[in-house]
Nanobody, 120 residues
């Protein structure tokens, strides 16, 4: 199973970006999916998460600005980021809890990350 994150880039404060995370491989089911970020010198933190039932959770710092969604048929999660701030600058990583075909337990997978830079 591989996760491919895309959509990062450089944007001015107040701008928007949309990240995508596509899972591929021998997948039976994907349970929770999430986006994390890590800024230089800081620990990786959860930004947003979504369950297979589309329940969502957000870090307080992004509530009202970011929206996580998913397309179950495409095994893809999205993170719409609006009203971006310089403090949102980080490498964004996607995460998925996946049950592979032929397995009866889920494993955590991570994408390589995509850089988001917000200039002031």
């Amino acid at each position: 199973v591989q996760l491919q994150a895309s959509g990062g880039g450089l944007v001015q404060a107040g701008g928007a970006l949309r990240l995508s995370c596509a899972a591929s491989g021998s997948i039976f089911r994907i349970n929770d999916m999430g986006w994390y970020r890590q800024a230089p010198g800081k620990q990786r933190e959860l930004v947003a998460a979504i369950t297979s039932g589309s329940n969502t959770a957000y870090a307080d710092s992004v509530k009202g600005r970011f929206t996580i969604s998913r397309d179950m048929a495409k095994n893809t999660a999205y993170l719409q980021m609006n009203s971006l701030k310089p403090e949102d600058t980080a490498v964004y990583y996607c995460n998925a809890a996946v049950i592979g075909r032929g397995y009866n337990k889920e494993y955590d997978y991570w994408g390589l990350g995509t850089q988001v830079t917000v200039s002031s």
